[in-house]
């Protein structure tokens, strides 16, 4: 069966600590309508403006809730690979399964990036997931390379957000010689990435939209292709509704959405572009998306 993993928002309160009801009331409503899986602390989980303490907080919070009911799976990007690994032993107690690693771009990137991720698994005590996003890092890896990413034992798989179409084609041929799991990143394209070998999806929208992905994902099980392809676009159409069309409301938009449907109490974000008010049309965009589409996710 496809699964559905959900790369999670950040709940905060007003103040910007981590909102403890509002994080157990969303996980609360995405395991109930499919979600397999979490990841905390990628690109949605607003990871690079959370100090550790506040890291530590929401997945010590996350873990109570989701208790062996769900996969948990923690990002830990660092500017550095240094501050990888005291991110994997700080997280290593705190209830995660396995670790999403985003490499670091920009100067500090490494000239092996198969080699760094060979001595990051070898530091860790649970499974490493690579957190594969060359618009954010700069790093592409080859056929080759990835194949020798997992001859290593102790990497479990790819979160694919390369959107890239040759890459997704590379990777689903490649699990005939070698053994790892392989989730679609893109919101966009999930029905078929699915279709076309990936074991399931690991995206931002699906703090909302759980029920729609686990629809997806039933329909591309089913053989029904075509269902899928209905579903996706209305995904599509709610991924514009609430993130916009310019993309200019992917953290505040979703928040908001979840907060007008009484799942989480705030919106607020801490991402610095997207850290205010929404205007009078962007809220009416989200609340007409909301309503055109409430069944696809309540």
Known sequence: MK??????????TETGEIDHPSLEKLLEFDLERGIEGFFFLGSMGEWAVLDSRRKRDLLTVASGVISGRAEMIAGVASSGIAG??????????LGC??????????WARPKDPVKSMFSIADASQKPVYLYYIPAANGITLTKEQFCDLFSHPNIAGVKNSSDSLRTRKELCELRRTREFRLF????????????????????GMASLGAKLFRHIADAVDSGDLTLAAQLQRAMLAIFDGVYGPDLSTVWSGQKYALKYLGII?????????????LNEKERERIERCLSDFHDYLV
């Open 3 to 12: 699964k559905i993993f959900s790369a999670s928002i950040t709940p905060l």
């Open 97 to 106: 399964d396995a670790f999403a690693v985003q490499l670091p771009g920009g």
């Open 84 to 93: 990888i690994m005291e991110n994997i032993d700080a997280f290593s107690k």
């Open 184 to 203: 679609e990143g893109q919101e966009w394209v999930v029905d078929e990435s699915l279709a076309a070998g990936c074991d399931g999806a690991l995206v």
């Open 265 to 277: 109490a705030s919106a607020r974000t801490l991402v610095p572009s997207e850290d205010r008010e």
